[in-house]
């Protein structure tokens, strides 16, 4: 049986963190085995928001370095503005998209909400609002079954759906097919500190386990991780206490996590036993993902390895391109 095609794509954001790599890069990784996967790593997004030039291109090299420690192949990956065909096609799929639609994408006016609140002023870019159609032109351009994205990203893959079809409508052709999302339940993981809400970056470092973090800032945070703040009604696991079951369950340490949730229910004071479970479970997987990462950093051909695979991919890019050139009427 001929594989699906799968295309997904990540912001060259900076430091990863353990959120991120169970929220979609593990789900990457898994797919490969059964998909033909294109994964992205998209900087001419990361353009749409105020950024640092220098630090745009070292995020973008650390991302890949990041995403092929983590087991992501490096033929599977490429690096959208290596494939500057992603911009032309975006502007076709411009005079294709709709106006009022783009006005009512929720991403777009939380991200304006987040400029304004931002001292750095409330400039918004044209980029900003027509990123959900360079998204389109990422998806569309690799002609995949699906998408892998998680719930906040939805409303862009429909916005590309309808792109392909208004596409096929008006130029009377079936070129372009619809893309499904393809959703897997992950874990949620929460913030270390504040384990109500979501772990993230903007919260701050100590609400974060980074993926290739040294060993004692690490073990610090985990220390000091908050369990239970004595408000949750009895008889109710605290979000801290569960936050560090998820952990150690997700990175695959099934035996310790059914000790310690039979210690937990047997009603024992063992919050830092707890802790030094997950210790125990994340200091190794992130030591070796670090190690990882050293090697990659160290190999002095690897980026000649992404620029090929980004040229291979591109091959694929410039064919939908002609493709699409012809059935609108460039010369
Ligand atoms: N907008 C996505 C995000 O913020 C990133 C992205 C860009 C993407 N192009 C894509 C995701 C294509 C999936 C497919 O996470």
Redesign the pocket.
């Known amino acids: 049986m001929t594989k699906k095609n799968i295309?997904?794509?990540?912001?060259p954001t900076g430091q990863i963190h353990l959120g991120n790599y169970l929220g979609a890069i593990q789900n990457w990784v898994k797919l490969q085995a059964d998909y033909n996967c294109v994964y992205?790593v998209?900087d001419y997004?990361a353009m749409t928001m105020p950024y640092d030039a220098q630090a745009l291109r070292n995020n973008t090299l650390d991302m890949i370095m990041s995403l092929v420690a983590c087991g992501v192949k490096p033929e599977n990956l490429f690096i959208q503005s290596l494939i500057p065909e992603h911009t032309e096609l975006a502007w076709i799929l411009n005079c294709v998209a709709s106006y009022n639609e783009l006005t009512r994408q929720t991403?777009f006016k939380d991200k304006i909400a987040q400029l304004e609140e931002n001292t750095s002023g409330s400039f918004i870019t044209a980029g900003l609002f027509t990123?959900p159609v360079?998204?389109a032109a990422?998806?569309l351009m690799y002609h995949p079954h699906f998408?892998p994205?998680?719930k906040?990203?939805e409303q862009?893959?429909e916005l590309s759906r309808n792109v392909v079809n208004r596409f096929n409508y008006q130029f009377q052709t079936e070129y372009f097919h619809e893309p499904q999302v393809l959703f897997t339940e992950t874990p949620k993981v929460q913030s270390l500190a504040d384990p109500s809400k979501k772990m993230s970056k903007s919260l701050g470092e100590k609400h974060c386990v980074f993926l290739f973090e040294e060993e004692s800032t690490l073990r610090k945070k985990i220390k000091t991780a908050v369990t239970d703040t004595g408000d949750t009604p009895e008889g109710q696991m605290s979000p801290g206490v569960e936050n560090l079951f998820t952990i150690i369950k997700a990175l695959g340490n099934d035996s310790l996590h059914q000790d310690l949730m039979q210690e937990y229910l047997s009603g024992a004071k063992m919050y830092g036993k707890l802790k030094e479970g997950v210790a125990e479970t994340v200091v190794p997987f992130v030591n070796t993902l670090r190690e990882k990462k050293m090697e990659i950093m160290e190999d002095a051909d690897f980026m000649d390895k992404i620029r090929a695979s980004s040229a291979e991919i591109r091959k694929k890019a410039q064919k939908t391109l002609q493709e699409v050139r012809e059935i609108t009427g460039l010369i």
């Open positions: 295309l997904s794509a990540i912001q992205g998209v997004h991403q990123y360079l998204q990422d998806i998408v994205v998680g906040d990203q862009h893959v």
